[in-house]
């Protein structure tokens, strides 16, 4: 494990490590949206990074793409393991926050 965290590099740790703390934030959100103290935390500012995270998971996942298409076989094979996995968060920071921002759009 400690080898395909270095492989992948420091800035995609630090983007999964913030996911998984978007993620985790999820069992605290209230669709009624607290304004003030710490509720402001899990609703709002959580939401918004997390929704920021999407749009920086793709332009990774593009980026990715574009490096794998000159590479050789082995770089192949590491960028599309991140793929894979940028993939995967990006799942599933639509699957799990879709239904609080559909509750509180809405």
Same mark, same amino acid.
């Given at each position: %494990?400690?080898?395909?965290? $270095?492989?992948? !590099?420091?800035?995609?740790? #630090?983007? %999964? ?14 669709? $009624?949206? =607290?304004?003030? !103290?710490? !509720?402001?935390?899990?609703? /709002?500012?959580?939401? /918004? ?11 990774? #996942?593009? #980026?990715?793409?574009?490096? #794998? ?6 770089? =192949? +094979?590491?960028? $599309? ?6 993939? %995967? ?8 926050? +879709? ?8």
């Amino acid at each position: %494990m400690k080898s395909f965290l $270095n492989e992948i !590099g420091t800035l995609r740790v #630090m983007l %999964m490590f913030a996911t998984l703390l978007s993620l985790s934030a999820i069992p605290f959100t209230d669709t $009624n949206v =607290r304004m003030d !103290g710490w !509720g402001l935390l899990p609703d /709002v500012l959580v939401p /918004v990074v997390s929704f920021i995270l999407v749009f920086i998971i793709l332009l990774d #996942m593009l #980026m990715s793409r574009v490096f #794998m298409i000159e590479a050789d076989e082995a770089k =192949r +094979s590491k960028f $599309n393991k991140i793929f894979l996995l940028e993939l %995967m968060l990006i799942i599933s920071l639509l699957v799990l926050w +879709s239904p609080y921002f559909t509750a509180v759009l809405s």
